[in-house]
RNA sequence: GGAAGGGUGGCUGAGCGGUUGAAAGCACCAGUCUUGAAAACUGGCAAGGGUUUACGCCCUUCGUGGGUUCAAAUCCCACCUCUUCCGCCA
C-alpha cells in the first residue's frame, strides 16, 4: 500500500510514477472521493465533539445534583445525525481504501522501463554453460527410468493421485530433493546470518493482504477454507513476513534475518499452456525463503545483499547462473525492485528463473502496520521488507539433474550435497 | 467436543457506566548526585487520523463486530483467540 499521504498530497506525481508500469490511476475519481471524505470526516468529528462535550457535561451536572432534563433535550437530535455522518464517511472510506489497495507499489529509478519480460536487462553471469559431447536430456528424460513403485519422478502417478502439475519422487531422487533443503538452510543459517523458522502453511486472508496477494491474486491461491478465509500458502514469505505484523520491533532486533523452508502451492491460473512438461511450473514446489525486515535507510542495499545470497548458492552447486533485473512490465504488485536469477538448463538450452528477489520497500509494512522504534526519534516508523527464494528446490533439483548428467543417463553429485546423501557420488 | 477464567499502552498489570487515554511497575529518554558507572531522586514518555503557517485544537483506538445508553474499557449478544481442567487423539 502506497502512503496515502502522498497520493493525497502528490497525486499528479504518483499517477506519472505509475504510468512506467502502464497502470493508470484513476485521479479525477480518488481526488473527489478524497474532497467528499474531508468534508464528511469534519463533519462526523464536529457532530462526535459536540457529543462528548454535551455528555460530559451530564455527568457533571447529575453528580452536582442538578436537574439533566433541559441537557437532555439538546442531545436529543444528535444521535441520528451523527450516524448519518458515520456511514456516509465509512462508505467513503470504503472507496477509496478499495482504490488504494489497489495500487502497485512505486518502481525504484534504477528498474529499466519495459514492455514486457523481454526487457528484463542481464546485470551479470556466473559460470559457462557446459558442453556435452552426447546428446543431453531434459529432467523429464532422466528421471524416467523405472517403474510405478521406483521412478525417479513420476509425472504418471502424480496426476493418478491428484491430476496435472503435481510429482511423484522415489529413492535417491526424493533424498536429493531433501539434500537440497538441508543445504540451502545450512549455508543460510551458518553462513548468512539468517535465523531458521518454521511457519504454518495454512494462513489466513490478512495475512494475504500483508504481503499483497489479496484482494487483487485471490485466482492465484488455494482456498481451503473460504469461510474462514483459509488459504495455503503461496510462499513463505506470507507467513514470515507476517510474523512482525502489528509489531513494533526494537531498533536492536533489526536487521531481522529469516529463512524458512515450506512447499509452496500456487493455482496456475492463466498458465495452462506453459511449462506443462517436467517440474518447472507446478501447483505445489518446495522453496526455501529469505527474508529481511530493516529500517527504510537499508532497504536496497539488503536487497543486494540478499540477491548475493541466492547466488551463493547456485555458486557452490557450481551451476551456471545469470542474473537480470525485471524491467518495469515484469516487476510484481508489491515490489520496487526485483532481480531475478536465472539457471542454465542444458535441456532447454535456456535460462530459467529459480529466484525472485524484491525490495517492498514500506508497501507491505505499511499493509502490515509493521514497525520498529527509532531511538533518535523514540517514534515508531515502518520496516522496509526485502526477501528472496534461496532457492525454488524443485527447478534446483532439475538444475542439478540438467548439469550433472552423464551420457549413460547417471547423475553425479554435486560436492556440496555429497554430505547430505551419505557420501553417494552419483544417482544411477 | 464439554466446563471455567482471561484478552487493556513497547512489556507486566489496575480499573468494571460519567473530568479514565486509562493507576502502578518495568523498559526507554532527559536531568540531579558521582571522577565515571550503578543505585537513589526529579521530570518526560501510546498509536493512528483530521485541521492549522504555527502554538494548538479535535476525532478514533482497552481482542473483533454488533447492540443498550445522553454517555461504554466498564452492561448485553455473536465471533476470534489464549490459559486451565475433562474427554478424545496423532
Same mark, same amino acid.
Given at each position: 500500500?502506497?502512503?496515502?499521504?502522498l497520493?493525497?498530497?502528490?497525486?499528479?506525481a504518483?499517477?506519472?510514477?505509475?504510468?512506467?508500469r502502464?497502470f493508470?490511476l484513476?485521479v479525477?475519481?480518488?481526488?473527489?472521493?478524497?474532497?467528499?471524505?474531508k468534508a464528511c470526516?469534519v463533519?462526523?468529528?464536529?457532530?462526535?465533539s459536540?457529543r462528548n462535550?454535551?455528555?460530559k457535561?451530564? /455527568?457533571?451536572?447529575k453528580?452536582?445534583?442538578?436537574d439533566?432534563k @433541559?441537557?437532555? $433535550?439538546?442531545v436529543a437530535?444528535l444521535g441520528?445525525?451523527?450516524?448519518a455522518?458515520?456511514s456516509?464517511l465509512a462508505?467513503?472510506?470504503?472507496?477509496?481504501?478499495?482504490?488504494i489497495m489497489?495500487i @502497485?507499489n512505486?518502481?525504484?529509478e534504477s528498474v529499466?522501463?519495459?514492455?514486457?519480460e /523481454?526487457d528484463?536487462?542481464e546485470?551479470?553471469?556466473?559460470g559457462e554453460?557446459?558442453?556435452f559431447?552426447f546428446?543431453?536430456?531434459?529432467?523429464? #528424460?532422466l528421471?524416467e527410468?523405472?517403474?510405478?513403485?521406483?521412478?525417479?519422478l513420476d509425472?504418471e502417478t502424480?496426476?493418478k493421485?491428484? /491430476?496435472?502439475?503435481?510429482?511423484v519422487?522415489?529413492g535417491?531422487m526424493a533424498k536429493l530433493?531433501?539434500?537440497?533443503?538441508? %543445504?540451502?538452510?545450512?549455508?543460510?543459517?551458518?553462513?548468512h546470518?539468517?535465523t531458521e523458522?518454521?511457519v504454518?502453511?495454512i494462513v489466513?486472508s490478512e495475512?494475504?493482504r500483508?504481503?499483497?496477494q489479496?484482494p487483487k %491474486?485471490?485466482?492465484?491461491l488455494?482456498c481451503?477454507?473460504?469461510e474462514?478465509g483459509h488459504?495455503?500458502?503461496p510462499?513463505?514469505?506470507?507467513p514470515v513476513?507476517?510474523?512482525?505484523?502489528?509489531?513494533?520491533l526494537? #531498533?536492536?532486533?533489526l536487521p531481522?534475518?529469516l529463512?524458512?523452508?515450506t512447499?509452496?502451492f500456487?493455482s496456475?491460473?492463466?498458465?495452462?499452456?506453459k511449462?506443462?512438461r517436467?517440474?518447472?511450473?507446478?501447483?505445489q %514446489?518446495?522453496?526455501?525463503?529469505m527474508?529481511?525486515?530493516?529500517?527504510a535507510d537499508k #532497504?536496497w542495499?539488503?536487497?543486494e545483499?540478499l540477491?548475493l545470497?541466492?547466488?551463493?548458492i547456485?555458486?557452490?552447486l557450481?551451476?551456471?547462473?545469470?542474473t537480470?533485473?525485471?524491467?518495469s512490465?515484469d516487476?510484481?504488485?508489491?515490489a520496487?525492485k526485483?532481480y531475478?536469477?536465472?539457471?542454465?538448463l542444458?535441456g532447454?538450452?535456456?535460462?530459467?528463473?529459480?529466484s525472485?528477489?524484491?525490495?517492498?520497500? $514500506?508497501?507491505?509494512?505499511?499493509r502490515m502496520q509493521?514497525?520498529?522504534?527509532n531511538p533518535e526519534?523514540?517514534k515508531?516508523e515502518?520496516?522496509?521488507t526485502?526477501?528472496?527464494?534461496?532457492?525454488?528446490?524443485?527447478?534446483?533439483l532439475v538444475?542439478?539433474l540438467?548439469?550433472?548428467q552423464q551420457?549413460?543417463?547417471?547423475?553425479?553429485?554435486?560436492?556440496?550435497?555429497k554430505p547430505?546423501?551419505?557420501?553417494l557420488?552419483?544417482l544411477?
Amino acid at each position: 500500500m502506497l502512503n496515502p499521504k502522498l497520493i493525497r498530497s502528490d497525486i499528479k506525481a504518483v499517477a506519472e510514477q505509475l504510468k512506467k508500469r502502464s497502470f493508470e490511476l484513476d485521479v479525477t475519481t480518488l481526488e473527489s472521493l478524497e474532497n467528499k471524505r474531508k468534508a464528511c470526516q469534519v463533519e462526523s468529528e464536529n457532530l462526535q465533539s459536540q457529543r462528548n462535550t454535551k455528555s460530559k457535561s451530564i /455527568g457533571k451536572a447529575k453528580a452536582s445534583g442538578a436537574d439533566i432534563k @433541559p441537557l437532555l $433535550d439538546e442531545v436529543a437530535g444528535l444521535g441520528e445525525k451523527l450516524d448519518a455522518a458515520k456511514s456516509e464517511l465509512a462508505q467513503v472510506q470504503q472507496q477509496m481504501d478499495a482504490i488504494i489497495m489497489g495500487i @502497485p507499489n512505486l518502481l525504484h529509478e534504477s528498474v529499466p522501463f519495459g514492455k514486457d519480460e /523481454g526487457d528484463n536487462v542481464e546485470i551479470r553471469r556466473w559460470g559457462e554453460p557446459k558442453t556435452f559431447d552426447f546428446e543431453v536430456k531434459d529432467h523429464v #528424460a532422466l528421471g524416467e527410468k523405472g517403474n510405478v513403485v521406483n521412478r525417479w519422478l513420476d509425472f504418471e502417478t502424480a496426476s493418478k493421485l491428484t /491430476g496435472s502439475r503435481y510429482v511423484v519422487m522415489h529413492g535417491q531422487m526424493a533424498k536429493l530433493h531433501r539434500a537440497l533443503i538441508q %543445504f540451502m538452510l545450512d549455508v543460510h543459517t551458518n553462513e548468512h546470518g539468517y535465523t531458521e523458522v518454521y511457519v504454518p502453511y495454512i494462513v489466513n486472508s490478512e495475512s494475504l493482504r500483508g504481503t499483497g496477494q489479496l484482494p487483487k %491474486f485471490e485466482e492465484d491461491l488455494f482456498c481451503v477454507d473460504k469461510e474462514a478465509g483459509h488459504y495455503l500458502i503461496p510462499t513463505a514469505e506470507v507467513p514470515v513476513t507476517n510474523i512482525v505484523r502489528d509489531e513494533i520491533l526494537d #531498533a536492536s532486533q533489526l536487521p531481522l534475518k529469516l529463512t524458512s523452508h515450506t512447499p509452496c502451492f500456487r493455482s496456475e491460473a492463466g498458465s495452462y499452456g506453459k511449462d506443462t512438461r517436467g517440474m518447472i511450473r507446478q501447483h505445489q %514446489f518446495d522453496k526455501v525463503e529469505m527474508v529481511q525486515m530493516v529500517s527504510a535507510d537499508k #532497504a536496497w542495499a539488503t536487497l543486494e545483499e540478499l540477491t548475493l545470497h541466492a547466488e551463493v548458492i547456485l555458486q557452490k552447486l557450481e551451476l551456471p547462473y545469470r542474473t537480470v533485473i525485471l524491467c518495469s512490465a515484469d516487476v510484481g504488485f508489491s515490489a520496487a525492485k526485483t532481480y531475478d536469477i536465472e539457471v542454465w538448463l542444458p535441456g532447454q538450452q535456456a535460462y530459467r528463473e529459480i529466484s525472485s528477489c524484491s525490495c517492498f520497500g $514500506d508497501f507491505q509494512a505499511r499493509r502490515m502496520q509493521a514497525r520498529w522504534r527509532n531511538p533518535e526519534t523514540g517514534k515508531p516508523e515502518l520496516l522496509n521488507t526485502v526477501n528472496g527464494s534461496g532457492l525454488a528446490i524443485g527447478r534446483t533439483l532439475v538444475a542439478v539433474l540438467e548439469n550433472y548428467q552423464q551420457e549413460d543417463g547417471s547423475i553425479l553429485i554435486p560436492d556440496v550435497l555429497k554430505p547430505y546423501m551419505g557420501g553417494l557420488e552419483k544417482l544411477s
